[in-house]
């Protein structure tokens, strides 16, 4: 069982900049694949970005490459999305999320993309102002 908590959401004005954190219990954090993904209003949820289990893979949303960086300190138990030059478009509330890696890193990650997920975070609020 993984449970995970984001946190760093807030308000910010366009092209500005956010980290938010998500910080995983348990002992096995450095066996999942990690995730985020967000749900702006009115949409669906979306991937935006994910990384390997071992941080040594990173993949995004076309939407966000370039602007945002995801990384993880499995020491930390815990996994970052650094976005910078925010817009107003990425107002949204970003969820966590963990998948266990039990193929290989691209099949786990396209999983996940998918929405192949084993646990969620609750979410956090980012708004981004124009």
């Known amino acids: 069982q993984v449970q995970l908590v984001e946190s760093g959401g807030g308000l910010v004005q366009a092209g500005g900049s956010l980290r938010l954190s998500c910080a995983a219990s348990?002992?096995?954090?450095?066996?999942?694949?990690m995730g985020w993904f967000r749900r702006a209003p009115g949409k669906e949820r979306e991937f935006v970005a994910a990384?390997?289990?071992?941080?040594?893979?990173?993949y995004y949303a076309d939407s966000v490459k370039g602007r945002f960086t995801i990384s993880r300190d499995n020491a930390k138990n815990t996994v970052y999305l650094q976005m910078n030059s925010l817009k107003s478009e990425d107002t949204a509330v970003y969820y966590c999320?963990?998948?266990?890696?039990?193929?290989?890193?691209?099949?786990?990650?396209?999983?996940?993309?998918?929405?192949?997920?084993?646990?969620w975070g609750q979410g956090t609020q980012v708004t981004v102002s124009s």
């Open positions: 999320a963990a998948a266990l890696s039990t193929t290989t890193t691209q099949s786990t990650i396209a999983a996940m993309q998918r929405g192949g997920i084993d646990y």
């Open positions: 348990g002992r096995t954090f450095s066996r999942y694949a």
């Open positions: 990384i390997s289990w071992g941080g040594g893979s990173t």
